[in-house]
Antibody
Framework: QLQLQESGPGLVKPSETLSLTCTVS??????????WGWIRQPPGKGLEWIGS???????YYNPSLKSRVTISVDTSKNQFSLKLSSVTAADTAVYYC??????????????????????WGKGTTVTVSS | SYELTQPPSVSVSPGQTARITCSGD??????AYWYQQKPGQAPVLVIY???ERPSGIPERFSGSSSGTTVTLTISGVQAEDEADYYC???????????FGGGTKLTVL
């Protein structure tokens, strides 16, 4: 059974870089066709998709965060990571790692991609404060 | 990108049927997914590809789609169903996710 676990500092100073790691257990991060992603949730607010990475290294980011986000994979450790630079209080949130399922369905001359998160970590709280 | 709009709250009595809607211009072309989130817990997928139910999710959870609106229906609501529910869709290339603002389901 695939499990994800976030880890990293719970407190980050403004203007610094937030760094989190997600450790994958129960499966290989380099299995083909798998994506790995990050989602966050500010206190009392809704979910925000941050970005994802394909096992081969291709990355996809939320346009609103793209200039500050980097997601990477370390296959030797079965981990993937999130870095968010120049943080402010607005980046205070619970950060979740997750496994997106992505693929393409085609039927009756019409097709569409599917993309959803079927496995989630428990989340880790990050506070941005001096 | 586009937006997904959900009502902030829905209330229902135990045993009744709860319907939570999610509207978005791209929904006729993109699948919708639904997550349940209880306080202090990570979201749990309850519906994928508009109407498919993952294993382990009770049959009382169902999904449907009509035009620009998708609906999560919970039949015979139980107290344990009280939670926040989020709809989610994706962009046309299937490489980024978009979440609705969430709906708080209250079981009276």
């Amino acid at each position: 059974q695939l499990q994800l676990q976030e880890s990293g500092p719970g407190l980050v100073k403004p203007s610094e870089t937030l760094s989190l790691t997600c450790t994958v257990s129960g499966g290989s991060i380099s299995s083909s066709s798998y994506y790995w992603g990050w989602i966050r949730q500010p206190p009392g607010k809704g979910l925000e998709w941050i970005g994802s990475i394909y096992y081969s290294g291709s990355t996809y980011y939320n346009p609103s965060l793209k200039s500050r986000v980097t997601i990477s994979v370390d296959t030797s450790k079965n981990q993937f990571s999130l870095k968010l630079s120049s943080v402010t209080a607005a980046d205070t949130a619970v950060y979740y790692c997750a496994r997106p399922q992505r693929g393409y369905d085609f039927w009756s001359g019409y097709g569409t991609y599917y993309y959803y998160m079927d496995v989630w970590g428990k989340g880790t709280t990050v506070t941005v404060s001096s | 990108s586009y937006e997904l709009t959900q009502p902030p709250s829905v209330s229902v009595s135990p045993g009744q049927t709860a319907r939570i809607t999610c509207s978005g211009d791209a929904l006729p072309k993109q699948y919708a997914y639904w997550y349940q989130q209880k306080p202090g817990q990570a979201p749990v997928l309850v519906i994928y590809k508009d109407s498919e139910r993952p294993s382990g999710i009770p049959e009382r959870f169902s999904g449907s789609s009509s035009g620009t609106t998708v609906t999560l229906t919970i039949s015979g609501v139980q107290a344990e169903d009280e939670a926040d529910y989020y709809c989610q869709s994706a962009d046309s290339s299937g490489t980024s996710g978009i979440f609705g603002g969430g709906t708080k389901l209250t079981v009276l």
